[in-house]
């Protein structure tokens, strides 16, 4: 048994090391403000400063950004699956191409964001500031919307299914 294990104790570490985030990922990202394409998933950045970042297709899954200031940062292509967003202030934010699927974005503030082609499916956006976003081709199947604040929002081509409404009415189109 003791022999098996010892074996196999190489592959565990590395298993290990795939998940979670690079430590030299977030230096970078506090040194200068920018980390593309970096590895930070699983991370803490609750309550980070993060104004204008560029933190293109970098790996933010299941991250908790709960009260980060990420305004005008750019986040383009990035994988944000699962991630913690509640309270976070995202105002002028590139998010275009993005995976937000099954994100929580309670009360977050996304005002004058451009989500373009962004995948928000199973994603929780409870009582969000969506005013003035660009939402175009976006997927919002099974997206919970219930309270959020869609003014002057550009929804051409997004998909809705199953999707909950801000007046809580559940959206059937385009299933």
């Known amino acids: ?4 294990f010892l074996y196999l104790l190489p592959f565990l570490l ?3 090391n795939s998940y979670g985030f690079k430590q030299e990922d977030l230096d970078k990202l506090k ?3 920018q980390c593309i394409d970096c590895k930070l998933t699983e991370a803490l950045l609750f ?12 790996k933010l899954d299941f991250a ?3 009260n980060v200031s990420l305004r005008d940062a750019n986040l383009g292509f990035a994988s944000m699956r699962g991630t913690y967003l509640i309270g976070a202030d995202l105002v002028g934010t590139n998010l275009t191409d993005g995976d937000l699927s099954g994100a929580n974005l309670q009360n977050a503030n996304l005002t004058g964001s451009v989500m373009i082609d962004i995948d ?8 969000a500031n969506l005013q003035e976003i660009n939402l175009r081709n976006a997927r919002l199947e099974r997206a919970v919307l ?5 003014d002057f929002a550009d929804l051409i081509g997004a998909k809705f299914c199953n999707t909950i409404m801000p007046n809580g009415d559940t959206a059937i189109k385009d299933c």
Do not use: S, Y
């Open 1 to 4: 048994m003791k022999k098996r």
């Open 120 to 127: 928000l499916r199973g994603a929780d956006l409870t009582g």
């Open 14 to 16: 590395f298993a290990v």
């Open 47 to 58: 309550g980070f400063f993060l104004n204008g970042a560029n933190l293109q297709a970098a």
């Open 64 to 66: 908790n950004l709960e």
């Open 31 to 33: 040194a200068i403000n």
């Open 146 to 150: 219930r309270g959020a604040k869609l």
